[in-house]
């Protein structure tokens, strides 16, 4: 079996190892994704439904927000019901303008897998970590 060679070995290719490839990648940094599961398997597995500004910040630096802003609800607000009663929580308030937007992980996941493979960049599906001595980081 042939040896890689790698500057960063990512174990995971949920939403935050895709996108950590995603920002190595625009990064110009050599890494690989090791997903025990197949991509068809993760591309289909619900995650769930609220990103937090911060994630939003993250996937517009990796280039792969366009579905997101078509797509993706933004909320600067809940309200919360108790007792026959509403309270409204103003998150944009509370936290100097942000927001979170209603936009499921599974679509996230997507999105960067594509963004990926446009990219031409390797993964690993179906790999279980007895097989990571293979990869030899530098």
């Known amino acids: 079996m042939e040896n890689l060679t790698t500057q960063v070995a990512i174990i995971g290719s949920g939403p935050a190892g895709l ?5 190595l990648f625009k990064a110009g940094i050599s890494h690989v994704i090791i997903e025990q599961r ?6 289909a597995r619900i995650r769930a439904g ?22 993706g609800l933004a909320h600067d607000g ?28 599974t679509e ?10 446009a990219a031409g ?4 599906h179906g790999v279980y970590l007895q097989m990571f001595h293979l990869f030899q980081m530098n």
């Not at 197949?38 to 591309?43: G, N």
């Not at 007792?83 to 929580?89: A, C, E, M, S, Y």
Request: proline letters at 0%.
């Open 19 to 23: 996108l950590l490839g995603q920002l």
């Open 38 to 43: 197949s991509a068809e398997y993760v591309a």
């Open 50 to 71: 609220i990103l937090e500004q911060v994630s939003v910040d993250l996937l517009k630096q990796a280039g792969v927000d366009e579905n997101l802003n078509k797509f």
């Open 78 to 105: 809940i309200e919360i019901l108790t007792n026959g009663l509403k309270h409204r929580v103003d998150l944009s308030e509370l936290t100097q303008g942000k927001q979170v937007t209603v936009y499921g992980q």
């Open 108 to 117: 996230v996941t997507k999105d960067l897998m594509h963004a990926r493979e």
């Open 121 to 124: 960049c390797d993964g690993y």
